[in-house]
DNA sequence: TTATAATATTATAAACATATAATATTATTA
DNA sequence: TAATAATATTATATGTTTATAATATTATAA
């Protein structure tokens, strides 16, 4: 069976989110737009470095830009996006949920589980 | 301020999900596990290669793995992740409906938009 | 016009991911 | 115990992603 288009897809669109500095950008960007003057000063990395995270993200469709004067705004294009996030976390809080879990059951029988 | 460990887990678990082969894998496991053996004749890659991916994918706990015999059997730990990857069919769902929806009005005044 | 501010692009070296091929391990069966 | 089946590991060559540095573009202001 040929590799299917969607599941081709859906690994790219992960693939361009798949990067903290990507990950951050998105955060900064849910209250809704912002210039990169303004991104450039809550992200520790180099401009060029931001303006191409940037352009892997608007790349994918992920977000959009709008130019005003000197400065360039970028915003979420589908507020979609945000779940996928949303639902990572709520997987690595399962994961850790659960070793939490597995760890109490060692110290059974009374006490904070030390010795 | 110093990059969040939130952050950059998010962005680790995306990567671990960001290729095709594993989430074809993830969607064999989704009805329930499956032994290698499996897996194999379903999806077009190298035994080698097929068992680097799932060794990707467990050791980031996205799934886990039992032995019988000389099978080796693996599912998905958290149902949870399958949400991550229907989130990101929506959003491609949303990116496809707009372009349609651009498409559309561009044909606006009669027609189907051919000419 | 020149200078400046804001952003993007390009080139490049280093780090990382991937597929293949070969080999190793482990459990079962003959 | 030798052969086989199922899976994992390792080495390696190739390709991709990343960060940095340098430079280019664009818009505004002096």
Same mark, same amino acid.
């Given at each position: 069976?040929a590799?299917?288009?969607?599941?081709?897809?859906?690994?790219?669109?992960?693939?361009?989110?798949?990067?903290?500095?990507?990950?951050?950008?998105?955060?900064?960007?849910?209250?809704?737009?912002?210039? /990169?003057?303004?991104?450039?000063?809550?992200?520790?990395?180099?401009?060029?470095?931001?303006?191409?995270?940037?352009?892997?993200?608007?790349?994918?469709?992920?977000?959009?830009?709008?130019?005003?004067?000197?400065?360039?705004?970028?915003?979420?294009?589908?507020?979609?996006?945000?779940? /996928?996030?949303?639902? /990572?976390e709520k997987?690595?809080?399962?994961?850790?949920?659960?070793?939490?879990?597995?760890?109490?059951?060692?110290?059974?029988?009374?006490?904070?589980?030390?010795?």
């Open positions: 069976m590799e299917d288009i969607v599941t081709r897809l859906t690994a790219e669109f992960l693939k361009s989110l798949a990067h903290p500095a990507r990950i951050r950008i998105l955060r900064l960007l849910t209250p809704g737009e912002r210039c /990169v003057c303004e991104l450039i000063t809550e992200i520790d990395i180099e401009q060029s470095n931001l303006s191409q995270h940037l352009g892997v993200l608007k790349k994918q469709g992920i977000i959009d830009s709008r130019k005003e004067g000197t400065k360039v705004f970028y915003r979420i294009t589908h507020p979609s996006v945000l779940e /996928v996030i949303r639902a /990572v997987t690595i809080g399962d994961q850790i949920s659960e070793s939490q879990n597995l760890l109490s059951h060692l110290g059974k029988g009374g006490g904070t589980g030390e010795n």
